[in-house]
């Protein structure tokens, strides 16, 4: 996240689901998937993380083409090395919380930083502060004793962390939201943050959505039915939608589809304002009446829809203008990243990523980007606020895997790659095979750095959060060990 917040970072759309009972020991989480409402209700999680990318501001679009920060990405990233590692888990963690569950080891599952601190929260719901100045532990931001935090939003325009979690004392059925400045938290002054939307009932299946594009949070309370929009900047109530017969809400740069239950061959839909919900188009959508809908996503003008054994249809609302992608050619992803400056979307599919424009076409498939998870937990992915890079945690390339031992078993260890969404080249990684990585040289008398357990190839291993802070140039890692490890050079 950067510091002047000139660019937006790259958590800009957020959703999560409030947990029956205690789901939250399932810690179910979800990638994009836009997949109808399938889902297992005891998933305690449901994340619409990183759908959407791009700035409340419009640039024209930019050509596909690399761009110059592109280009000096392998110097940016040259001499990379293992800096520092912090263990969310030590021998304090039982004096300072209280839930037995919070104890227990457990991998790390988000990291966000701002402004020299980095928070990592673990599946547990165990959520540490550490501050980059000092390398030291500032605080857990767990402060009620039966409090498990369930996932992380830096919000940008007051340079707050907002935590939402789930409580023992109401058996981890309803999400609480918290604001705590930055400020505060590195002064270990937690409990001057303050609740935020406490009117509101966030039971399963009730949802909290943080909308950075727009500065936005929606709400969604299940017992009456009722979506709720806030302003992102001072939590102000704006407007609220009340209606049963609505299956989902998205929200785009400007703009919001209500989606409707689905008839026998076709679904309503209608296009609102998201500063006022004011209606702007209703218009139906029509569907095969024997298939599932995979996904039904806008864009801004464009809107996509998906269903099962059959083609993408790319349809421009404005004059119904269709652009049909053969089935054969566009498999339905497990996630989505919209790259609002330059009009393309990513997808997620069985460990590869892709870039497609809306007429349709297939604009990088990528060289050598085989994603380490093949359920796409996009907390594993980072895309630069130019959005000219994307850096994810990988599995080792094919000609590493021939080479590595034993009739070509990969390493059990992965490698982080930086590669350019316009081209497809991985431009830079930080691998365990790079006979130059080495954890960096302490200077001697230097108390600020932290002890490195770990061996470089460790740090590597079984990565299951990334975050890249731009300002700093620096990547954190965390790993099954509920370890956070700092790569830079």
């Given amino acids: ?59 024209p679009p930019r050509p596909a083409a690399p761009s110059s920060s592109a280009f000096s990405c392998p110097e940016k990233f040259r001499n990379f090395q293992l800096q520092e590692e912090y263990d969310t888990y030590d021998d304090e963690v039982h004096f300072l919380v209280q839930l037995p569950c919070l104890w227990s080891r457990t991998k790390i599952i988000e990291i966000v930083a701002a402004k020299d601190v980095i928070f990592a929260l673990a599946q547990s719901g165990l959520c540490g502060a550490f501050n980059r100045a000092t390398n030291k532990r500032i605080c857990y931001l767990n402060i009620s004793p039966d409090e498990v935090i369930r996932s992380l939003f830096y919000n940008k325009n007051n340079e ?14 309803s999400l609480k939201c918290r604001t705590t400045p930055i400020e505060y938290i590195r002064r270990g002054q937690l409990n001057d943050g303050f609740p935020l939307f406490e009117t509101e009932s966030l039971k399963y299946p009730g949802f909290v959505e943080f909308d950075d594009v727009n500065g936005k949070v929606l709400t969604f309370s299940a017992q009456d039915s009722t979506y709720k929009v806030f302003d992102l900047k001072n939590y102000n109530f704006l407007y609220s939608i009340c209606d049963k017969n609505i299956q989902e809400i998205k929200i785009s740069p400007g703009i919001m589809l209500v989606i409707y239950q689905k008839s026998a061959n076709h679904v309503p839909l209608k296009i609102l304002s998201i500063e006022d919900g004011t209606p702007l188009k209703t218009f139906t959508q029509l569907l095969h009446r024997s298939r599932n809908v995979d996904f039904i996503e806008q864009f801004n003008e464009k809107l996509l829809v998906k269903q099962d054994k059959e083609n993408l249809q790319i349809i421009d609302v404005r004059n119904s203008n269709l652009i049909e992608v053969n089935k054969t050619e566009f498999m339905t992803p497990s996630a989505f990243i919209f790259l609002y400056e330059n009009n393309l979307f990513l997808t997620f599919c ?78 830079a990684k930080i691998s365990p095979l790079d006979p130059t990585l080495t954890i960096a040289p302490r200077k001697r008398g230097d108390s600020s750095r932290s002890t490195i357990r770990s061996t470089v190839s460790d740090a590597l291993e079984d990565i299951t959060a990334l975050f890249y802070d731009e300002d700093r140039n620096e990547i954190y890692t965390g790993n099954s060990k509920g370890l956070v490890h700092v790569w830079s050079n």
């Avoid at 979800?30 to 619409?48: G, N, T, W």
Wanted: charged letters at 25%.
């Fill in 1 to 59: 996240m950067e510091h002047h917040h000139h660019k937006p970072g790259l958590r800009v759309r957020l959703r999560i689901t409030a947990a029956r009972r205690r789901a939250w020991l399932s810690a179910g989480l979800q990638p994009a998937c836009r997949k109808p409402a399938r889902r297992d209700p005891s998933d305690s999680v449901h994340k619409v993380a990183r759908r959407e990318i791009g700035g409340g501001h419009r640039r």
């Fill in 160 to 173: 707050s962390l907002i935590t939402v979690s789930v409580y023992e004392s109401d058996r981890f059925s």
């Fill in 350 to 427: 069985n460990r590869t990523v892709a870039a497609w424009n809306f007429r349709g076409e297939l604009v990088t498939s990528f060289d050598d980007h085989e994603l380490w998870h093949s359920n796409c937990n996009t907390n594993n992915i980072y895309i630069t606020a130019d959005q000219d890079l994307i850096i994810s945690y990988c599995k080792a390339s094919k000609e590493v895997r021939d080479s590595g031992g034993c009739e070509g078993i990969a390493p059990p260890t992965g490698s982080i790659n930086m590669s350019n969404i316009f081209t497809g080249k991985c431009v």
